[in-house]
């Protein structure tokens, strides 16, 4: 409508009527909804990955002091890395595939998750840790029953921060890469000039950022904040 | 002669404060507790009460003595030994029955009866109502029963309670102490009660154990008329908060002399907030 009115060409500007047609076909006849999958594929692997590590680095760091002078430093340097500056290592190690892929995925999640493991269990009110070992819990029972249900809230914080930076780290990659997913199709658009399917793409994806961030993460902090009766900020 | 159950054997405790110097807290600390027995430590703030309970429930470990229990030394916690803190420390993320169970699940009991275990005690605290709540939806005495019914489910020999009470308000800390007191003549277990509040102390023990303060060392042990069953006639209780106020009032004026200097010039009965009986106002 716009390009219409402003008289400017329609590969750079396409109608917002073209622009929804060509997001409906592309959802029906397959070609979004196959770029989709792959990106969630992705995405979950590399995220999951992120997530344990982040854990099992959280765990070390707060546990031995010698790890948290050494690793502790070396994760808030590379958190502070934007993920796609590890691509061009990323195709040297692994080739232009989607390993390449998967390790900015990964790599940009697992910083910010290893920093919000470690506070989250850094956090834990010596009150709980001492009611349960007199109560008898050690090891990893201790872990297990106290340690990481007392930072369940500041790991949900963790894990959403973590998912977007993820989410941000596959775009560039899959734009960059190769095989398919959101990003390439944005990449083909851009190549073919099919301008609307590059808007379609650009909705999809910020749809998508949108709906994980509000229905999962927000309603899952929720959740945790009614069941244990912390006030509500926002 | 009774047979003596909680040893506590020359216990020294030092630590290290901010200007790296040491500190010592614990002096040379030596008793003994018969089993059954409710005893309570009273001393300024900061004496170490809570130190010699956390040497006992095994939180913190002494640099030199021992702890033994009916002949055995202890050097960990263990759910012999179970603790009720001033603050609740309920688990907010799970509810008043699984909190109470947490404890049993370490024990080799079955799950059918680690619940019904359960919830005999939360009845015994009058809690059975609230089984499936959550902390939060608890009010602060509530809670403290909890914690109470967690610590006693565990079926410990001792219960080591911190100020469990000072965070209550009068009315609520009444109640629980006749509850406390039922309850000790139930199970028969020994309580080792550390608070600030004489009336308190001597409304509940059977010993008092006067602190002194800096390092911490005991300064008087005083036995309380065992009337327990009966009201105590008032004019007895009155005699022994007195006796022990005035016991405490150096140690007292010890503290606030170092910590407050040349400010120091008033002297004022800060123990008994709200006081009807004008103790302390003669001394
Ligand atoms: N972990 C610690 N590190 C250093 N100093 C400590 C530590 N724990 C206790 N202290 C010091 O030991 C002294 C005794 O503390 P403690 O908590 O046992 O006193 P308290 O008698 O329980 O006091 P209150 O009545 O205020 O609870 C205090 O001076 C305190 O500052
Ligand atoms: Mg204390």
């Known amino acids: 409508m716009t390009s219409r009115l402003s008289g400017l060409p329609d590969f750079m500007f396409p109608s917002l009527t073209q622009v929804f047609s060509t997001l409906f076909n592309g959802l029906i006849d397959g070609q979004i909804t196959k770029a989709i999958i792959i990106s969630f594929k992705r995405i979950l692997i590399g995220f999951s990955i992120a997530v344990i590590l982040g854990f099992i680095l959280g765990y070390l760091i707060w546990r031995f002091t010698f790890v948290e002078d050494t690793l502790g430093f070396l994760v808030t340097a590379f958190q502070s890395i934007p993920s796609i500056v590890w691509f061009p290592l990323a195709i040297i190690w692994f080739g232009l595939n989607d390993f390449a892929i998967l390790f900015i995925v990964t790599i940009g999640a697992t910083w910010t998750m290893t920093m919000s493991a470690t506070s989250g269990f850094k956090n834990v009110p010596e009150l709980y840790q001492r009611v349960a070992k007199t109560l008898g819990s050690s090891g990893f029972h201790f872990i297990k029953t106290v340690i990481i249900p007392a930072s369940i809230p500041q790991i949900l914080s963790g894990l959403r921060i973590s998912w977007a930076f993820a989410w941000r780290a596959l775009m560039a990659g899959e734009l960059l890469g190769a095989g398919g997913g959101l990003g390439q199709l944005l990449e083909n658009g851009r190549a073919l000039g099919q301008m609307d399917l590059v808007i379609s793409v650009m909705i999809i994806i910020a749809v998508i950022g949108t709906m994980m961030d509000r229905v999962v993460f927000v309603r899952l902090e929720r959740s945790v904040q009614t069941k244990w009766g912390i006030n509500q900020a926002t | ?283």
């Not at chain 2, 020359?10 to 500190?23: L, M, R, W, Y």
């Not at chain 2, 006693?152 to 911190?162: N, R, T």
């Not at chain 2, 040349?262 to 123990?271: C, R």
Request: aromatic share 6%; glycine share 6%.
């Open chain 2, 1 to 283: 002669m009774k047979k003596m159950y909680l040893k506590i054997e020359g216990i020294n405790k030092s630590f290290t404060n901010d200007q790296n110097e040491k500190v010592k807290v614990l002096d040379n600390i030596s008793m003994e507790i018969e089993k059954g027995s409710f005893v309570s430590i009273v001393g300024p703030s900061g004496c170490g009460k809570s130190t010699l309970l956390d040497v006992i429930a095994g939180l913190e470990k002494a640099d030199s003595g021992f702890i033994s229990v009916s002949g055995k030394k202890i050097n960990k916690p263990g759910p012999d030994r179970v603790v009720v803190f001033q603050e609740d420390g309920l688990f907010p993320w799970l509810t008043v029955l699984d909190n109470v169970m947490y404890g049993l699940h370490l024990k080799k009991i079955s799950k059918i009866d680690a619940e019904k275990k359960a919830k005999e005690i939360l009845k015994m605290v009058h809690l059975s109502q609230y089984i499936h709540s959550y902390p939060h939806q608890l009010s602060g005495g509530m809670k403290q029963r909890v914690a109470i019914a967690r610590a006693l489910v565990m079926e410990p020999d001792i219960l080591l309670m911190d100020e469990p009470f000072s965070a209550l308000d009068e009315q609520t800390k009444m109640m629980l102490h006749n509850e406390l007191l039922d309850i000790w003549k139930e199970t028969k277990v020994t309580i080792f009660f550390v608070t600030h509040d004489i009336r308190e102390a001597v409304k509940l023990s059977e010993k008092i154990v006067v602190l002194a303060t800096r390092p911490g060392k005991i300064k008087e042990i005083i036995t309380v008329p065992a009337m327990k069953d009966s009201m105590m006639p008032n004019s007895v209780t009155l005699k022994m908060e007195r006796k022990i106020l005035t016991i405490l009032q150096t140690e007292i004026d010890k503290v606030w002399k170092e910590e407050m200097g040349d400010e120091y010039s008033f002297q004022t009965n800060y123990i008994h907030r709200s006081d009807s009986n004008h103790l302390g106002n003669d001394i």
